[in-house]
C-alpha cells in the first residue's frame, strides 16, 4: 500500500532527526501531531545535505551534491522518489506549497562549502540566508497552514530565527569549522587571533536576531508556537554559555547543553505552554 511507503519514508526521516539533535526532536515532537511529520521531512532532507559536505571526505562531494540535487528536483516535479528522504520533502514540498527559490537557496549554500574556506560579508550572507533563514521559511509554509497572511506577517523574524541558530552553531563549532577543515565564515574575523572584542561584536548581532525571532514565535499559531518557543530557548541557553565562555577557549571545546538542562526546559516549557504564557 502507497500509505506504507510514505509512512516509512517520514519516519525516516524522524530516525535522522532524532540521531543527529535531540534539541530539535524535543522541539518537532512538541509542536501538534499534524505538524510533526511535515517537519521531520523538513530536517531529513536538509540534515543529509549537510551531511555530504561536511563528512563524507572519502567520495566525491561534489558528484553527491549534485545527484542529490537533480534528484530533490525530479522527486518534486513527478511526486515520488525511492530515496524516502527525498520523497518526504517533496511531499511536504508539494503539500505546503514551498516555493522552489527556498530550496534553490539552500543547495546553493551546501555547494558553497565545497568551494570557499573564507566567506567575504556579501558569501556570509549568502551563505546564512540559504544554509539557516530559508530553512526557518521552509517550516513557516508548514505552520501558516496556507494563511499567506500570516506567512508574510512572520517572514522576516523566521529568517531572524534561522540566522541565529546558525550563528550560533558557528561558534559552537570552531574547534570544527576553523581549526579541523579551515573555514571562517563571520567575515573580517581573524581567528588566528580571535580576541574577546570580536567575540563580543559576533555574540551583539547573534543576541539581535534572537529578539526579532522571539517576536515571531510569539505570533506563531497555537500548534506550532510551543515546539520552536522550545527550540528557541534551548539555543538560547547555548548561546549563554557560549558568551561566559572566553575567546581563548571557544576553539578548544564544543559548547553544548547537557540533556539533563534539556528536559528541564522542555518541562517548563510544557506548564507555560499549558497557561499560554510562553516568556
Avoid at 568551494?115 to 567575504?120: A, F, I, K, L, Q
Avoid at 506577517?153 to 581549526?179: E, M, P
Wanted: one cysteine or more.
Amino acid at each position: 500500500m502507497f500509505s506504507i511507503f510514505e509512512k516509512t519514508s517520514f519516519a525516516c526521516s524522524k530516525i535522522i532527526t532524532e540521531a543527529y539533535s535531540t534539541s530539535f526532536t524535543l522541539g518537532i515532537k512538541t509542536l501538534a501531531k499534524r505538524l510533526r511529520e511535515p517537519i521531520f521531512g523538513i530536517y531529513g532532507f536538509v540534515r543529509y545535505a549537510d551531511e555530504i559536505v561536511d563528512t563524507f571526505h572519502d567520495f566525491d562531494k561534489k558528484y553527491l551534491l549534485e545527484k542529490f540535487k537533480s534528484d530533490t528536483y525530479e522527486a518534486i516535479e513527478i511526486g515520488i522518489s525511492l530515496n524516502p528522504v527525498l520523497h518526504a520533502f517533496q511531499s511536504v514540498v508539494n503539500q505546503y506549497k514551498i516555493e522552489k527559490e527556498l530550496i534553490d537557496a539552500f543547495l546553493y549554500s551546501m555547494a558553497m562549502d565545497l568551494e570557499y574556506d573564507v566567506y567575504s560579508e556579501k558569501k556570509y550572507e549568502e551563505y546564512i540566508y540559504g544554509s539557516a533563514e530559508v530553512v526557518g521559511l521552509m517550516c513557516l509554509r508548514v505552520f501558516c497552514e496556507g494563511n499567506t497572511e500570516l506567512f508574510d506577517s512572520l517572514k522576516s523574524d523566521a529568517r531572524s530565527l534561522g540566522a541565529a541558530f546558525q550563528k550560533v552553531n558557528f561558534l559552537r563549532d570552531l574547534k570544527s569549522d576553523f581549526c579541523e577543515r579551515g573555514r571562517t565564515y563571520f567575515p573580517g574575523v581573524d581567528f588566528n587571533n580571535f580576541g574577546n572584542e570580536a567575540k563580543k561584536q559576533i555574540e551583539a548581532d547573534i543576541q539581535i536576531d534572537f529578539e526579532n525571532a522571539y517576536r515571531g514565535i510569539m505570533g506563531l499559531p497555537n500548534g506550532a508556537r510551543e515546539g520552536v518557543y522550545l527550540a528557541y530557548i534551548y539555543y538560547l541557553q547555548l548561546f549563554k554559555k557560549i558568551k561566559k565562555t572566553p575567546s581563548s577557549k571557544i576553539q578548544m571545546v564544543r559548547i553544548r547543553v547537557s540533556d539533563g538542562v534539556k528536559m528541564a526546559l522542555l518541562a517548563k516549557t510544557l506548564v507555560r505552554g499549558s497557561f499560554n504564557v510562553l516568556f
